[in-house]
């Protein structure tokens, strides 16, 4: 069956860099994209951007470009999404999900990891 | 970007009633429109994609409807299980949420 594993969770001061990873076993992960949404507490959903799991093109909102990587290890099954230059109101829940390939990053999600909790504190 | 607006914000149902919530996209997205369930603590479950596809395994209790700019999900025969918060979402161009629908079970 489709699984997103995602890494733990992180606490990170202001400033710093966190990189989440995404597991992805059940299906041929080159033959789908994985899309970043995250979740700041209590709040409602935000789409962050999308990697290919085929060659690693991006695609990414304009508001993270600059602080955001998404990068993929094929041998691995695995996507990574890194953050840099923390902000308190970067404390969210970060969940990938995977996406179609054909569609690129203008896609429904149709499964999603457990999420990965990201505070950041001082 | 094209903004997704959802009605109502929160209700409360009980168990048998039949649910409604819509979503109204603030220019045409054709039929780009997908609907998840989110329980606390979890992540998001697809629903419905290209606004009326029931996604595998979910129970037919739960159908869509709607193209253009108006979107409905509807729950018949609302369970205790379908708690939760529903989420709309655009694929048209950059994805976009809409701000969600928590439903309470009286």
């Known amino acids: 069956q489709v699984q997103l594993v995602q890494s733990g969770a992180e606490v990170k001061q202001p400033g710093a860099s966190v990189k989440v990873s995404c597991k992805a076993s059940g299906y041929t992960f080159r033959g789908y994209g994985i899309s970043w949404v995250r979740q700041a507490p209590g709040q409602g959903l935000e789409w962050m951007g999308w990697?290919?799991?085929?060659?690693?093109?991006?695609n990414s909102v304009e508001k993270f470009q600059g602080r955001v990587a998404m990068t993929i290890d094929t041998s691995a099954s695995t996507a990574y999404l890194a953050l840099g230059s923390l902000r308190r109101d970067d404390t969210a829940v970060y969940y990938c999900a995977r996406s179609l390939a054909e569609a690129g990053p203008k896609s429904y999600l149709d499964y999603w990891g457990q999420g990965a909790l990201v505070i950041v504190s001082s | 970007d094209i903004q997704m607006t959802q009605s109502p914000s929160s209700l409360s149902a009980s168990v048998g009633d039949t649910v409604t919530i819509t979503c109204r996209a603030s220019?045409?997205?054709?039929?780009?429109l997908h609907w998840y369930h989110q329980k606390p603590g979890k992540a998001p479950k697809l629903l419905i994609y290209?606004?009326?596809i029931l996604q595998s395994g979910v129970p037919s209790r739960f159908s869509g409807s709607g193209y253009g700019t108006d979107f409905t999900l509807t729950i018949s025969s609302l369970q205790p299980e379908d708690f939760g918060t529903y989420y709309c979402?655009?694929?048209?161009?950059?994805?976009?949420f809409g701000q969600g629908t928590r439903v309470g079970i009286k």
């Open positions: 290209e606004a009326s």
């Open positions: 990697i290919s799991g085929y060659n690693g093109n991006t």
């Open positions: 220019q045409s997205i054709g039929d780009y």
């Open positions: 979402q655009q694929s048209y161009n950059t994805p976009f």
